[in-house]
Structures are given as C-alpha cells and as structure tokens.
C-alpha cells in the first residue's frame, strides 16, 4: 500500500512546501498555506502506452478555419475575437454581483435558440429554482437550454459527453470537486484538476466551455496563475456594483486579440450592449471646467472617445501627491516633469489628481497628450474648448509623437461633432481627413499649450 504523504500548497499561488508556514515566501501573503493529503501512485512496472497521434511535417498539416458560433450581442462576439470557437475553454473572472451568471445566463439562452444547438448549465453555487428565478426575469424561454445542479466532477463530464450540448457553462469552478483529490473544494489542486479535466473534455469531442472564476481581493482570477494558462482565452468582467456600465475585456485570447472592449448596461431584464460607448462616456461631461479634455483612444479594432479629468491643488505637505485612476499612475509624475521642464509650469508644490471618467482604463500612449492638457489646463484654471480633442504620444523632450490609426480617431470623433483635434503634425501625412473638422498638428507640447489654451 502506498504511503499517504501531508503537503501544504499555498491558496494564492499554488506554492508547495513540506512543512506549514505562516507567509508564503513566493506570493508574500499570510495565513494561506492549507494542508493536502496526497497517496502517490507506485510507478514501479508502469507502461508507456504509445501515443494516438505521430508527428507530422508543418507544410504537410492541412489548415482549416473553425467555424464560429456567434450570439446576438456583438459586443460579446468581438471580445472573444468573432465567436465562440469549438472546443474552447473560456475563463470568466469578476468581482461578487458584477453579472458574471446574468451575462452567462442570456448568451446561453441566445445560442439554445439557434436551430440545432443545445446548452447544458451547470451550477454549484445555486439551485434550479434560484436559476429559474434568474431566467423568469431576463425573460429566458428557450426549450433547449439545460439546468443542472451538481459538484461532481465525474457526474459533470459524463453528463457532457453522453448529452454531447453545443455550448457548457459551469458556475463556478470554485465550487467542482474531483473525488480522488483529497483537498476541499475550491483549493488550488482542486481547480486545477477540475480545469485540466474540462478542458480534456473540450478538446476531445469539440464543445465549447464556458468557466466561471472567482475573484480574489486583488482582482486576480483566485487559484493559482497557471489556471490562466490552461485555458484558451480569460475574460474580465469589471465594472462598479453601484453602476449600470460593465465592461467585459479580454487578458488572454488565442483565437483573437486582447485589445477589444465590450461595453454593457445593466437593466431591468438583463445586460444590453451599449453600441455607441463614447456618447456614454461624454453625456455628462461638463461644459466650461477647467482640468477636463478629451482623447480618443483605440480598444482594439474600435476607437472610443472618453475625458480625461485633472485637479492640480497647492500640497500642504513636503510631498505632494500623485493619484491616477484608470491611467498607469506612473505616467502622471512623467509628464509632470515634462511640464515643468520643457514648459515652465511649477508643479513640484502641487497636488495632482487624475481620473478617466466612466471607470474606463487607458493604458496606451495617445492619451499622454490629452494628460498633459487637463493638468495645464486645471493648473491655469482656464478651460480647453469643448469642441477640441487631443491625440498624442509625449516624449521626454517634449516632443509629441505619432499615433496609430489616426484616421478611425478622426472619423469617431467627426460622428460625435467635434470640430478641431490637435495631434502629432506627422500624422497628418498620407490621407485626407473628412470634411467639417480642422486637423491641426503640433511637434511639442508647447505648441499644443498655445493652440488648446492659448498660452
């Protein structure tokens, strides 16, 4: 008989250690290492059972494109990259209540209602009447969309395999168990195991699977980072419980790009795309404020106009403070600097305050420009024109850079009635902008100063 053996994994990271300790020394967090009893199997008169599949010359492999099974919401369809791919296994991570099983409950009722496909919908946080509950309210009428209720890994993969359904959600991972791993549910070694043998399933007989992850106090998807890796793309569901926006994005996608940006309100009966999310970014804005400015920044292959606010106030301490919310806090003492080197602007007693308004996070170069302009224009307590919008990369030298796909930025921000964007003068090579809105192209930021705030 073999010899049962105790081992402590770490719940954060999946670190293993043969004795118990208090902090992880690979994740640094305390009071997370939890014991696991483990029975090693006897390797001893193993066979190696020779593969089904031999190896094959690349230019001999026959390429083929899978066909995509696609939903109603489009905005669901272009963060997975155009659809659901066959035999994917998409992880789905969001803070408690965002409407992870709301979104998940409509577009398994969207895809039951196509001809020929059917939904199996496995929950092990609620029961069926608790689902139906849910369907009564979004209104979900679909005959081929299939509740259970279980935590039994066993169960779960026989039920897909012998029901062979189109589209399987499970809800959540935390909650499955595998009998023959003695750790408790939702530990690390038990959604690891879980997922490696859903994602067999999957890849096996072709059904996509959708999986349900919760969160931890960080915001990371719980269990350990390599779970991220099993799986074929990961979702973020984000967005503030108070507010109706949520905002679905992708982190990983290996069959399309992490850049696109889905965009939700939440109603009455369910989650409904938002189509144009730059008029709900902007509906509010203010008119007449100093600090405030608008960019027009690409979430993947869609351009998306949002402002950018700023509030520069004396510091009535040594050290003044530097807060960004929805922009890369270190960029803000960047330009910063630049303001006071290249321009003159004595910002180093000031406080400064950055926001995205809508809870939307920016994380490419165009918007430093427009960063630049809020923090000027709150410093100098004199409005930007709220007809302008700026575009631009800003170096350390003061330079303001070229920007990507100019174009699509222009003809989003034409549609939604500005009539001035100031941007790198290098980016007005090569095309022609649209008629009705005046391009102006500047080289440094203070020719930018001096166009938007006359100063």
Known sequence: MAKVKTKYVCQECGYQSLRWMGKCPTCQEWETMVEEITTPQSKRNA??????????????????????????????????????????????????????????LQISDQVAKQKGHTVLYISGE????????????????????????????????????????????????????????TSAPG??????????????????HGIPIFIVGHVTKEGAIAGPRMLEHMVDAVLYFEGERHHTYRILRGVKNRFGSTNEMGIFEMKE??????????????????????????????????????????????????????????????????????????????????????????????????????????????FKDQPTSPEDIFIGEVGLTGEIRRVSRIEQRVKEATKLGFKRIICSKNNLDGWTPPKGIE??????VQEALRVGLGI
């Open 269 to 378: 009966l369910g989650l409904v795309e938002v189509l144009n999310p730059s008029e709900v970014f902007l509906e509010e804005r203010s008119s007449g404020a100093s600090g405030s400015t608008v960019v027009a920044s690409m979430e993947g292959t869609r351009p998306v106009l949002v402002e950018i606010q700023a509030l520069i106030s004396p510091s009535s301490f040594g050290n003044p403070r530097r807060m960004a919310t929805g922009v890369d806090s270190n960029r803000v003492p960047l330009l910063m600097a630049v303001l006071e080197k290249r321009v003159g602007l004595m910002l180093q007693n000031q406080d400064a305050y950055i926001k995205v308004a809508g809870g939307v996070k920016l994380d490419e170069p165009a918007i430093d420009l427009a960063i630049a302009m809020s923090i000027a224009s709150s």
């Open 187 to 204: 530990s690390v070694t038990q959604v690891r195991e879980c997922t490696m043998e859903l994602t067999k399933v999957a890849k096996a």
């Open 47 to 104: 066979i190696i059972s020779p593969g089904t599949e031999k190896p094959e010359q690349i230019t001999k492999i026959v390429s083929r494109e899978e066909k995509r099974m696609t939903v109603e919401m489009d905005e669901f369809n272009r963060v997975l990259g155009g659809g659901v791919v066959p035999g994917s296994v998409v992880l789905i991570g969001g803070d408690p209540g965002i409407g992870k099983s709301t979104l998940l």
């Open 439 to 444: 391009i102006v192209g500047v080289n440094t």
């Open 126 to 181: 609620e029961s069926m009447q608790q689902t139906k509950l849910r369907a009564d309210r979004l209104k979900v009428t679909s005959d081929d969309l299939y509740v259970l209720t279980e935590t039994n890994l066993q169960y779960i993969t026989h039920q897909i395999i012998q029901d062979k359904p189109s589209l399987v959600v499970i809800d959540s991972i935390q909650t499955i168990f595998k009998e023959d791993v």
